[in-house]
């Protein structure tokens, strides 16, 4: 059975940071394409970041420069290192296992985990 499940969003001020933990099992993550995808109340959904099997990295513009996103295969975990947060991060972060940077489908998804970033 599959499971990605995210930790690590909270509440927390303009400019600070925060890292986004998912997990993963039942599938083999080392050579999976993965995304981390958020969706905020009346948006639509945006992927804000990619990384590729062979470990190319993509971003949102959005995100560029702010955000990074990095797996360890050992531990079958993905991470989101967010730096610089903005009230406009806040959203609802999926980590979700998919086929690529333009792949609007995905393969796996998460339960997600709340960023709110608010003075």
């Known amino acids: 059975e599959v499971h990605l499940v995210e930790s690590g969003g909270g509440l927390v001020q303009p400019g600070v940071s925060l890292r986004l933990s998912c997990a993963a099992s039942?599938?083999?993550?080392?050579?999976?394409?993965m995304s981390w995808v958020r969706q905020a109340p009346g948006k639509e959904r945006e992927k804000v970041a990619h990384?590729?099997?062979?470990?190319?990295?993509y971003y949102a513009d959005s995100v560029k420069g702010r955000f990074t996103i990095s797996q360890d295969n050992a531990k079958n975990t993905l991470f989101l290192q967010m730096n610089s947060l903005k009230p406009e991060d806040t959203a609802m972060y999926y980590c979700a296992a998919d086929r690529g940077w333009l792949c609007r489908a995905f393969v796996y998804w998460g339960q997600g985990t709340q960023v709110t970033v608010s003075s």
């Open positions: 990384i590729s099997s062979g470990g190319a990295t």
């Open positions: 039942g599938f083999d993550f080392a050579v999976s394409d």
